[in-house]
């Protein structure tokens, strides 16, 4: 299992890639601005790309002074993202994810979800402002979106989650629902939200209350190309058991 560590605090993942068909992406929060540059350094220094997620505000003043000092890396989706430039070790198949949210309010998670994807090179295309308030524009999203043929949507809702479980009674792919922290009162910041998805009686999956970042990796997992050399052969089947289990 290869790893790189850095200092005596981290030990990066350099076979995640490989194993599941993503990379592995770093969690600003919680890291000192000193621990979060040397990470980033170190990846530089052997010429490979990483992904930030959550860069705190002092760490996103940081890589802007790190960048013009020559670490190139960039801030995408309003800063909730830092790309360091290199390769991140995959390659995806063609294809597209919906994006689609209930509100204004989440779009500052889906603008996340689909930068990372896009540094993933997956297309994307987007429906922001479409929740079940207004029916009317919903549909008419939807007709644009499925012209599209994603492959996947990704759905952003709070409130009283209620998108993710239309959409998928409406589309011809999965879809994975987002709650988002936003409404307020009994179950505000995204608890109704998570709790109405759970119940769906549509066919959805559901990541964590603004969980972008996870909703955006599982979908590139269902573009992986992988290394015929890299993935572990079939279990041969043993006739002789199955002949004996079935007497």
């Known amino acids: 299992m290869r790893e790189l560590r850095v200092g005596r605090f981290a030990r990066l993942d350099r076979d995640r890639v490989q194993r599941v068909g993503v990379p592995e992406v770093i969690l600003g929060e919680g890291k000192t601005v000193g621990h979060l540059l040397e990470i980033l350094r170190a990846l530089a220094n052997r010429g490979e790309g ?10 996103r003043r940081a890589l802007r002074v790190a960048r013009r000092e020559g670490l190139p890396v960039v801030l995408r989706a309003g800063g909730r993202l830092a790309r360091l430039r290199g390769p991140l070790g995959i390659r995806y198949a063609p294809g597209t994810v919906g994006i689609m949210t209930a509100g204004t309010s989440d779009v500052p998670l889906a603008e996340e979800a689909r930068a990372l994807l896009s540094e993933l090179g997956i297309r994307t295309v987007t429906a922001y402002d479409v929740g079940v308030a207004g029916l009317h524009r919903l549909l008419r999203a939807v007709r644009a979106t499925e012209r599209r043929r994603p492959s996947l949507y990704i759905v952003f ?15 011809r792919a999965p879809v994975v629902g987002v709650p988002t922290s936003v409404g307020y009162g009994r179950g505000g910041r995204g608890e109704a939200a998570l709790t109405a998805m759970l119940q769906s009686c549509a066919p959805i999956a559901i990541v964590n209350i603004d969980a972008a970042v996870p909703a955006a990796l599982f979908a590139a997992q269902h573009f992986v190309v992988r ?8 279990r041969p089947r043993s006739d002789r058991r199955h002949r004996s289990n079935s007497r």
């Open 50 to 59: 990483a992904v930030v997620s959550l860069p705190t505000p002092a760490q």
């Open 157 to 171: 809702a709070g409130r009283e989650g209620a998108l993710p479980t239309v959409i998928a009674g409406l589309v």
């Open 227 to 234: 290394d015929p050399a890299l993935v572990p052969p079939d």
